[in-house]
């Protein structure tokens, strides 16, 4: 069975940081790419940044680039979302995702609230 779970997120101050981690099980970890997405209140679930399988190729959103880092752990099954210099846009639920056989699989979410 597929399991998601993301955990790490928090109330920050602007300027902050955060690391985001994403555990995955019941599928082999190192053969799909993996993405976090986020979801703000009352917007639409946007792509953040994406990982090759290996780990060698990542994409970033304009938005986030410079700030944020994409990375896995194959080890671990772990993928990571470090988030550096956070501003009250980047307020959102942060989900993992990855796609297979045209399926989309989702963790719960986690809460990132960047507030003074």
């Known amino acids: 069975q597929v399991r998601l779970v993301e955990s790490g997120g928090g109330l920050v101050q602007p300027g902050g940081s955060l690391r985001l981690s994403c555990a995955a099980s019941?599928?082999?970890?190192?053969?799909?790419?993996m993405s976090w997405y986020r979801q703000g209140l009352g917007k639409e679930r946007e792509l953040v940044a994406g990982?090759?399988?290996?780990?060698?190729?990542?994409t970033y959103a304009d938005s986030i680039k410079g700030r944020f880092t994409i990375s896995r752990d194959i080890a671990k099954n772990t993928l990571y979302l470090q988030m550096n210099r956070l501003k009250p846009e980047d307020t959102a639920v942060y989900y993992c995702?990855?796609?297979?056989?045209?399926?989309?699989?989702w963790g719960q979410g986690t809460q990132v609230t960047v507030s003074s």
């Open positions: 995702n990855f796609r297979r056989y045209g399926v989309n699989y």
């Open positions: 990982i090759s399988g290996d780990g060698g190729s990542t």
């Open positions: 019941g599928f082999t970890f190192s053969s799909y790419a």
